[in-house]
Structures are given as structure tokens and as C-alpha cells.
């Protein structure tokens, strides 16, 4: 009860949600950043992704990616890129630099695959039938493909969120901003209000950004194939 | 980091032996996160396939879990049970259901109606079905969960160091090697943490072949 009095009192306290390391600003740095990221490795991915699901060229590379996205733990990964960031810039390359360069390289994996197994899915029997009726394979692509596709583009898009939103929030032991900063501090400080404010805080934009993404899913599935599946 | 080389060989030579305490720690962390992971993931799975409607609830809630950032949820942990290995290994554990319990579901789904009418009709008992049929066909499913479980715990054990020098396998290292701006130990905890990850990969696929030699049989012959 000591706790959760101490992290009711720490995220009431008025003083919290103001400055420059205050609640709001955290959280914006916190957001701001994962979705720079997780736009940055969409470009990338997403269009990658989809050429290889409609051409079924390369489609080694995404099995490869696959299997180094698990491989591959966010905490090593800020760590390996420390030693060649502090090169570039001392101070920015021993803060902000190898998270964010973490959460970019880690949200590729997933809209990768994902927008490749969303074209790949696509009954073939539907393709067939498009290009029966006279369709290009760019008009395949876009006007069937990546329609149908949309709800597994979206779920790509969920995971590669969450994987950002928590390689930020560990981020923050090493130097990285964002509301993970809360947890490191009132774990120097020992002040229980503050860490689990901060834990409070990185949960509730991770299931927060979790149900947002499942809502979208939800909307984004075609109403034409729902009916299908239900019939 | 203030003009030190990527690498000191001399440090790494001088600590082999810490170095491959490190290791052990770090897979004896893995280890008892899958083991325990993997029977609860059972359990719930079991459970799910049981009563369905119970099923979307289970992932609904392996999903939220595994949603929560693994720092906060260590650290949160600290203040519940102290700097001890419950704390290191509860986040590890609850991580694994999101892994596990949809691909041991997926497993004893895949086994055909037709094969346990089969066996029904030759007299099998339930027990001897489920032991002899079922789970023999549902193995290479579950080895798929197995083996993303244990990849990615070894990834996460990483992050344990947080909860100091008694933690963290090679996550130690990394770390340390921040703190201390020398990256040779940073290089060291990152890349053999990576190569463990990658080698039990590598012995999952090598496993799976050992299990289910029909599948191997079946490739050949096509």
C-alpha cells in the first residue's frame, strides 16, 4: 500500500508535469522518437516487404530476418553500437544515438516480414481471378493485394511499436531520454513514487499503443473478406 | 571512447574465466525461465484447449505481458521481491507464454480428425492416443515455441544486468563496459550474447530433425 500511495502522491504532484523533465516532455520525447523510428524503418520495410510478397523474389532475405530479429537482444544491440556512435559525436553518440539507432534497426524485422506473409496470404485464387479480368500487376498490387493485406500490414506495424516503445524505455540506462528516465532516476534516488511512476507510466503507452493498433486492425480488415470468412 | 581501441586482447585474455562464468550464468538464467515457461505455457495451453472460449482471454493476456517493457517490468519487480533471482527470472518466465502457448495450441490442432479416429478404432486408450499420437505429431509445433521462447529469453537475460553484478550473464558486461567507457567489454557481452542466441537457434533446427525424423524422410523422398 506504501507503494501505490508513493506513486499515486509522485504522478499527482503538480510539479512533475512541467519543465524539461517533466512528465509531459518525457512523454513526448518518448513518442516523438518511436514514431520517427517506426516511420524510418516502414519506408524501408514496408515497400521491401511488399515487392517480395508480390514478386516472391528474395524471399530468403525475410526468413533471414525472421529468425535475426529474435536473435538479435535490444539490450546488446544499444551496447554494440555504442563503441562506433561515441566516433561520431562523444556526447550525443553516448546518449541518443545508439537507442535510436536500436529502435530503428529492430522495428525493420517485423513490418518486413509482416508485409510480406500480408501479400504472400492473399488467396491465390483472388490473383487469379484479378488478372483474368485484365489487371496489371501493379494494379494487383495496389488495388487487391495490399487491401487485403492491410490488417497483417497493421499487425507488423503493432509489433514493431511495441519492440520500439520498450527498446526506448531501456534506453534510458543508457543515457537515452523518454519516460524510462523516471524508472532509472528513482531507482538512483530510491524513490519508490518516481520508479514506479515511471513504470506506470512506460506500461500504460505500451498497452495503450497496444490496443490502438488492435482497434486499427479491426477497422482496417475488409468488410467484403469478413463476410467471406463468416459465411 | 577517449581514443581506447575497439578491442584489448590482452583484457580478454586476462579474463576468460569470468568471461565463461558469464556465459554460465547466463544460459543457467535462460534455462530455468524456459523450463518453467514452458510448463506453465503447457498448462494454459492445455486449459485453452479444453474450453475455447477461455483461449483469446489466455492470449489476450500473454500479449499484455509481453507488451510491458522489460526494464519497468524488472524494475518494478526489484521492490516486490529484492535484488534475487525470483526477480530476475518472473519477467523472463511471463515472457515466454506469448511464444509458447499459441504454438503448443497449434500443435495438438494440427494433429487430423482422422488419425484419432484411427487410433480410436485400433483400441488405443485416451492416455496411450495422446501419448503416442498426439503429442508425437504435435512436437514440431511446439519445438517452433520452444525454440523463439528460448531464443529470445537468451536475448532478454541481457537485461537482468540492471539488477547488478550478480545478474545479467554477459548483459554484465555490457553494462559494466558503459559505465566504465571501455569497449571492449561492451563488444565481448553484446557478441557472444548474440552468438548464444544464434547457437541455440542453430540446435533447435538440429533438435527438431532428431524428433521428427519422418519430416526429414518425407523432404527426401519428394
New interface residues.
Given amino acids: 500500500m506504501d507503494?501505490l500511495a508513493a506513486t499515486a502522491q509522485w504522478l499527482a504532484d503538480p510539479a512533475h508535469w512541467q519543465g524539461p523533465s517533466g512528465i509531459p516532455l518525457r512523454l513526448g520525447e518518448h513518442v516523438a522518437l518511436s514514431a520517427i523510428s517506426l516511420l524510418l524503418a516502414a519506408l524501408v520495410a514496408m515497400p521491401l516487404g511488399l515487392w517480395i510478397g508480390h514478386t516472391g523474389r528474395l524471399s530468403w532475405l525475410v526468413v533471414s530476418s525472421a529468425?535475426a530479429w529474435?536473435?538479435?537482444?535490444?539490450?546488446?544491440?544499444i551496447?554494440?553500437l555504442?563503441?562506433f556512435t561515441?566516433l561520431l559525436d562523444?556526447n550525443l553518440g553516448?546518449t541518443l544515438y545508439p537507442t535510436l539507432v536500436a529502435m530503428i534497426v529492430l522495428a525493420g524485422p517485423p513490418i518486413l516480414v509482416n508485409s510480406y506473409q500480408g501479400v504472400a496470404g492473399v488467396d491465390r485464387d483472388l490473383v487469379e481471378a484479378a488478372r483474368g479480368m485484365g489487371m496489371s500487376g501493379r494494379q494487383i498490387l495496389f488495388g487487391l493485394e495490399m487491401p487485403v493485406a492491410l490488417p497483417v500490414l497493421a499487425t507488423g506495424m503493432r509489433s514493431a511499436a511495441?519492440q520500439v516503445?520498450?527498446t526506448a524505455?531501456?534506453g534510458?540506462?543508457?543515457g537515452f531520454g523518454g519516460l524510462?528516465r523516471f524508472?532509472v532516476l528513482?531507482?538512483a534516488n530510491q524513490d519508490?513514487g518516481e520508479?514506479?511512476g515511471?513504470?506506470v507510466l512506460?506500461?500504460a503507452l505500451?498497452?495503450g499503443?497496444?490496443a490502438l493498433f488492435v482497434l486499427l486492425e479491426r477497422r482496417l480488415a475488409s468488410p467484403g473478406l469478413a463476410t467471406r470468412t463468416a459465411g | 571512447?577517449n581514443g581506447e581501441p575497439?578491442i584489448r586482447w590482452d583484457w580478454l585474455s586476462e579474463h576468460l574465466g569470468p568471461i565463461l562464468g558469464r556465459v554460465e550464468q547466463h544460459l543457467y538464467l535462460a534455462v530455468i525461465a524456459v523450463v518453467i515457461g514452458f510448463v506453465i505455457s503447457f498448462a494454459l495451453a492445455a486449459v485453452s484447449i479444453r474450453r475455447r472460449r477461455l483461449y483469446p482471454f489466455v492470449t489476450l493476456f500473454a500479449?499484455?505481458v509481453?507488451?510491458?517493457?522489460?526494464?519497468?517490468?524488472f524494475?518494478?519487480l526489484?521492490?516486490a521481491t529484492g535484488l534475487s533471482i525470483v526477480t530476475a527470472e518472473v519477467p523472463l518466465i511471463v515472457y515466454t507464454f506469448i511464444l509458447l502457448v499459441p504454438n503448443i495450441v497449434a500443435g495438438f490442432d494440427s494433429v487430423p480428425q482422422d488419425v484419432l479416429d484411427a487410433a480410436d478404432g485400433m483400441g488405443y486408450t485416451a492416455g496411450r492416443r495422446w501419448w503416442q499420437v498426439e503429442l508425437p505429431l504435435a512436437v514440431p509445433l511446439v519445438v517452433a515455441g520452444l525454440r523463439?521462447a528460448t531464443?529470445?529469453t537468451?536475448?532478454?537475460v541481457?537485461?537482468s544486468?540492471?539488477l547488478g553484478d550478480n545478474f545479467g550473464g554477459?548483459?554484465y558486461y555490457?553494462?559494466d563496459?558503459?559505465h566504465r567507457h571501455f569497449?571492449t567489454e561492451?563488444?565481448v557481452?553484446?557478441?557472444l550474447?548474440?552468438a548464444l542466441?544464434?547457437l541455440a537457434?542453430v540446435g533447435f533446427v538440429l533438435l527438431q530433425r532428431l524428433l521428427t525424423p519422418w519430416a526429414a524422410a518425407r523432404s527426401a523422398a519428394r
Fill in positions: 507503494i529468425n529474435r536473435a538479435l537482444p535490444s539490450f546488446a544491440v551496447g554494440l555504442i563503441p561515441t562523444p553516448f511495441v516503445i520498450a524505455t531501456l534510458a540506462t543508457f524510462g524508472i528513482g531507482d519508490n520508479l514506479f515511471g513504470v512506460v506500461a505500451a498497452l499503443t497496444l | 571512447m575497439l500479449t499484455a509481453y507488451t510491458i517493457p522489460s526494464y519497468a517490468l524494475a518494478a526489484v521492490v523463439l531464443v529470445s537468451i536475448g532478454l541481457t537485461v544486468a540492471i554477459l548483459g555490457i553494462l563496459g558503459y569497449p561492451i563488444l557481452g553484446g557478441l550474447s548474440i542466441a544464434v537457434d
